[in-house]
């Protein structure tokens, strides 16, 4: 079974990963507000007074329908990095489903984002709060043969 690189033993891994989840952050985000934009005439425009819940709601969806797809956003594969659960494997959809949850969750409430960033910025394998939680993290994507 193969596990989770080493920090201190295969440091490319993570290399610069805590920068490309902020680029791909801020990609995914313009995306789904795009996404958003398109969906709200089939609200019948009614989608404009709640466009902030709307589009919190398109991007739950987005986030995991792509990170269960390739366990990587759109943001992610661009940034070349990806999901990887405790023992290595990429998330299927129930992993990808409680770590957009915890996502969420650390959005609505502001202190725990905090401690996300700071984890993120300090931890040797950068992992952000719900990664802790669920025990994955976000690596540089191996080569593929």
Known sequence: ???????????????????????????????????????????AFTGLFFFPFLMAAVGFVYRVITIANGSATLGMRLMAIEFR?????????????????????SFAIMPLQLVSVVLMATTERGQGLTDHVMGSVAINRPARY
Do not use: C
């Open 85 to 105: 659960n405790a023992s290595g494997a990429r998330f299927d959809l129930g992993q990808a489903f409680l770590h957009t949850v915890g996502l969420n969750l």
């Open 1 to 43: 079974m193969w596990h989770l690189p080493d920090p201190q033993t295969q440091p490319e891994f993570y290399e610069d990963v805590a920068m490309k989840r902020l680029i791909a952050f801020v990609l995914d985000t313009v995306l789904i507000a795009l996404i958003t934009v398109l969906v709200v005439p089939f609200t």
